[in-house]
Every structure is written in C-alpha cells, then in structure tokens.
C-alpha cells in the first residue's frame, strides 16, 4: 500500500513562497520503478499536472517553470516542492501523486495515469 501525505499549505500574500512536503515510504522514494510529482486543482478546474521527476529528469508546466522547483529528500522520505513568486492563480489544492512504471519514466502528465494520491493541501495567495 503506497501512502502520500502532503503537508506545508497556507496563505500567503501574491509574491511569497510556500515549500509543500510529501512524506512516501523510502521504498517509493528510492525506487527506479516510480515518477512521482504534484498536481493542482483550483476551483471548478481541471486537476492540471505542475512538476515531475521520474529517471527521465524533472518536468515542469510552464505555469510552474521558474518559480517552482521539485526534489526528493531522502533523508526525510519527502517529495517536496519549493514554490517562490506565488501568484493569485496558483490558488488550489496540491496534491502529491504517484506512477508505478517499469524504469521509472515519466507518463504523460495526466491524472489519469497516476496510480496513487495523498489528500491534498490548500494553498490559498491572495493579492
């Protein structure tokens, strides 16, 4: 049973940073076998994929280039990602998720390729 669990939302004001943490098993971190990355979903919106890193390399939307970074931190079992220059539209829930693929490639950004999701955390940028 593969569990994620985000944590690290809140408020802020438009120009500020937030880190989002996503606590995995070390055995899902370290694994060649998984692309794991965070998805968003504002209100009354499509859940839309924001940034990836699989043993194809890291990918980012380009609502994301720039501004957000994804890592892994092995040493505490999180998937996190930084998020700097925060802006009004980057208002949703997070949501941390997971692709069991054999090599460990990342699929194409859907949600619907994505095997496994944590409950999501609000992050909320006002103006």
């Known amino acids: 049973q593969v569990q994620l669990v985000e944590s690290g939302g809140g408020s802020v004001p438009a120009g500020g940073a937030l880190r989002l943490s996503c606590v995995a098993s070390r055995a899902i971190l370290t694994s060649s076998n998984y692309c794991m990355g965070w998805f968003r979903q504002a209100a009354g919106k499509e859940r839309e994929g924001i940034a990836f890193i699989g043993s194809d390399g890291v990918r980012y939307a380009a609502s994301a280039q720039g501004r957000f970074t994804i890592s892994k931190d092995n040493a505490k079992n999180t998937l996190d990602l930084q998020m700097n220059s925060l802006k009004p539209e980057d208002t949703a829930m997070y949501y941390c998720?997971?692709?069991?693929?054999?090599?460990?490639?990342?699929?194409?950004?859907?949600?619907?390729?994505?095997?496994?999701w944590g409950q999501g955390t609000q992050v909320t940028v006002s103006s």
């Open positions: 998720a997971a692709a069991f693929r054999i090599g460990g490639y990342c699929p194409s950004l859907k949600p619907g390729n994505f095997d496994y």
